[in-house]
């Protein structure tokens, strides 16, 4: 069975500075891996996607992700946090499973704060 | 606006009544997936349909919720005799392996709150 760890619910962060949310994923076979951006009221919007070609990932609104085998890692990060960062973020695991269904798995979400 | 498309946007209904979720996924897309999303928790997987086919659906889908997609065009969520513990997001996502390597896209949710 897949699964996704979000090792933070809460991640706190002043303007400016570097943005680090973690992510620890369980998966039987070759995991396709995402993050997905969640803001108040809104609906999700996919800002990266790990699909076993180059293992750092760049995403939009300079974020990017890095698959790590070895340590069953995709943790989410950014150089330099903006306030319209600020939002729920999802780790999300796909396994292709019957009739071509790629089934998404959601971690519980780390909320991001940005502190002006 | 060619996203998905969710409708109503909020419900709040009396326990017991029958609610209705419309999902207008993008254009050509012929895979469509059901969410739900309750508070503080990451989207569940619902339901899946492959044009007008309903080909997966998850345990979570009691026989009270249907879901319908009969033209393989836009898809309806039923819930029928509604109970507090329905009161969720219902998140509409819809692909197709023709646009960017099948990736999801989700609609912005139609809230329910049952009373």
């Known amino acids: 069975a897949q699964s996704v760890t979000q090792l933070d619910s809460h991640v706190s962060v002043s303007e400016g500075t570097p943005v680090l949310l973690r992510c620890n994923y369980s998966s039987s076979y070759s995991p396709s891996l995402f993050w997905y951006v969640q803001h108040p009221n809104k609906g999700l919007q996919l800002l990266l996607k790990?699909?076993?070609?180059?293992?750092l990932v760049k995403g939009i609104n300079g974020f990017e992700a890095e698959f790590k085998k070895s340590e069953t890692s995709f943790h989410l990060t950014k150089p330099s946090a903006h306030m319209s960062d600020a939002a729920e973020y999802f780790c999300v695991v796909s396994d292709l499973v019957n009739f071509g269904n790629e089934k998404l798995t959601f971690g519980t979400g780390t909320r991001l704060t940005i502190i002006p | 606006d060619t996203g998905v498309s969710q409708d109503p946007r909020h419900k709040i209904t009396k326990r017991g009544q029958n609610v209705t979720f419309r999902c207008d996924p993008i254009?050509?897309?012929?895979?469509l997936y059901w969410y739900r999303q309750t508070l503080g928790q990451g989207p569940e997987f619902l339901t899946y349909?492959?044009?007008?086919?309903?080909?997966?659906k998850s345990r979570l889908l009691s026989d009270r919720f249907s879901a319908e997609r009969p033209k393989g065009s836009f898809s309806t969520l039923e819930i029928q005799r509604t109970e507090q513990g329905d009161s969720a997001m219902y998140l509409c996502a819809s692909s197709s392996p023709s646009d960017s390597g099948n990736t999801i896209y989700f609609g912005e949710g139609s809230w329910l709150t049952v009373v």
């Open positions: 790990y699909t076993s070609a180059a293992t």
């Open positions: 349909f492959q044009n007008e086919a309903q080909l997966e």
């Open positions: 254009s050509e897309h012929n895979r």
